[in-house]
């Protein structure tokens, strides 16, 4: 099983603010820097976040990202049907030497 | 346009062997780190492996360290994932993903990814 925890879901309605948790240790999130990736039905993923906090070009500022100790989050806010989608979180873990993916949270647009 | 296209999936028994490719375009193949992530349909993410951008540097998954072996060939633009002794639990779509950095800086591109199914 994965080492980073998510929620499996979140839900929110047009136009809200939703966050998503990642909830890691000592030897990957605290020290490392967090990814975050939003996957469509049958798509690939899609870098949402890179560096804790970055975001690429063209992905929009609605989506945001944190880090405090060994925990993370992403939220999305200003939410839209097109945010339904499954995020995940990812980071180096210094101990399995090697990247972790957390969980996955689906996100629903009620 | 940055592309990575993976190709060498299939139908195979356990035990058996198969090597994955992922061809690659748009930039600048060997200045960039590169990995494989996998994906049982409907469930999440799992990292495989990774290689740095010079081939000294590589990592591989619990599940499948002494198995798999990753390499790359620089002139060709092409990443490889030999696997062999694949078990049912190989069974996934196999995404190449490009590195943000030279070696381990998380990924920025994926393909669209191939399917291996273990299957006697």
Not at chain 2, 26 to 37: A, E, K, N, S, T
Not at chain 2, 98 to 115: E, I, L, N, S, Y
Request: glycine letters at 10%; charged letters at 20%.
């Amino acid at each position: 099983q994965s080492v980073l925890t998510q929620p499996p879901s979140a839900s929110g309605t047009p136009g809200q603010r939703v966050t998503i948790s990642c909830s890691g240790s000592t030897s990957n999130i605290a020290y490392n820097y967090v990814y975050w990736y939003q996957q469509l039905p049958g798509t690939a993923p899609k870098l949402l976040i890179y560096k804790n906090n970055q975001r690429p070009s063209g992905v929009p500022d609605r989506f945001s990202g944190s880090k405090s100790g060994p925990s993370a989050s992403l939220a999305i806010s200003g939410l839209r049907s097109e945010d339904e989608a499954d995020y995940y979180c990812t980071t180096w873990d210094d101990s399995l030497r090697g990247y972790v993916f957390g969980t996955g949270t689906k996100v629903t647009v009620l | 346009e940055v592309q990575l296209v993976e190709s060498g999936g299939g139908l195979v028994q356990p035990g058996r062997s198969l090597r994955l490719s992922c061809v690659t375009s748009g930039f600048i193949f060997d200045d960039y780190g590169m990995h494989w992530v996998r994906q049982v349909p409907g469930k999440g993410l799992e990292w495989v492996s990774g290689i740095s951008y010079n081939s000294e540097s590589t990592a591989y998954a619990d599940s499948v360290k002494g198995r798999f072996t990753i390499t790359r060939d620089d002139a060709k633009r092409t990443l490889y994932l030999q696997m062999s002794r694949l078990t049912v639990e190989d069974t996934a779509l196999y995404y190449c993903a490009r590195d943000m950095a030279p070696a381990w800086d998380g990924m920025d591109v994926w393909g669209q990814g191939t399917t291996v199914t273990v299957s006697s």
